[in-house]
């Protein structure tokens, strides 16, 4: 991804480890959209987006950190959802963005799902470092 | 947060009141499961009015809630997605076959009656 023209102005962290901060992520994502002026709409895809991505690292890893802040290019605004990890990785990342694979028996819509919500998906993963997966949602 | 289950005579109307961590969804499955049997009910709504996401664990537990209850012999309506939430969950790619919606708690309530005529008719 070219790095945007980003100008941090507030980043929050919620660290997640349990399904109860699921919630907590997601709704700090929600308030941070329509600061930042997204429609209902908009603000629901980026909610709906933070809960997938808190709920692997749940699943998946135990505990991590869902980290959002808002970016700037130009006159278009945009968030930026961090959920790092410390987990065991992700053993075939092609296939866990594959839609309707799951290794957990759940939809497999989680991160073929997310990809579609978003406009920039991007995903490290491995066993030293764990899972992050960053993506971007820009204001229309 | 618990989920109200109220029950109105043949039918169980549970009404989600706020955003819900994932082992409230699995407690009102368990409590909807429970109380189908208790009052013998033919059909149970649930209310998501007031959900402002539809992720793919809450999706999966509203169709487990309805093939369960299904298999228990009721019928099971969800009503009252909100349109952003449904515009979300498309592209996600949830899309809750098999399992009937209604716009709100009123249509959710006709169309219990419809079916269940329909069950009677054809006894």
Known sequence: MPEPNSDVDAEYCVPVASVNDIVTAR?????LAQRLGFSAGEATLVATAIS???RN???YAGNGDIVLR???NGTRQGIVVVARDHGPGIGDLKLA???GYSTSGGLGLGLPGVRRIVDDFQIVSNRQDGTTVTVTKWRF | MAVPILKQSQYLIATIQSALSDEDLLSLQA???D???????RG????????DVLDSFASRTLRDIAHIIRLRGAETVIVGVQPEVAFAMVQLGITLEKVSTALDLEEGLAYLDKKLQHARAEL
């Open chain 2, 44 to 51: 149970v709504i649930v209310d998501v009015t007031a959900l």
């Open chain 1, 27 to 31: 709704v700090q994502g929600r308030g």
């Open chain 1, 52 to 54: 997938e991505l808190a």
């Open chain 1, 70 to 72: 808002s970016i700037t």
């Open chain 2, 31 to 33: 409590a909807l499961v």
């Open chain 1, 57 to 59: 690292i749940v699943q």
């Open chain 1, 97 to 99: 963005v594959r839609s």
């Open chain 2, 35 to 41: 109380k189908v049997g208790k009052y013998r009910s």
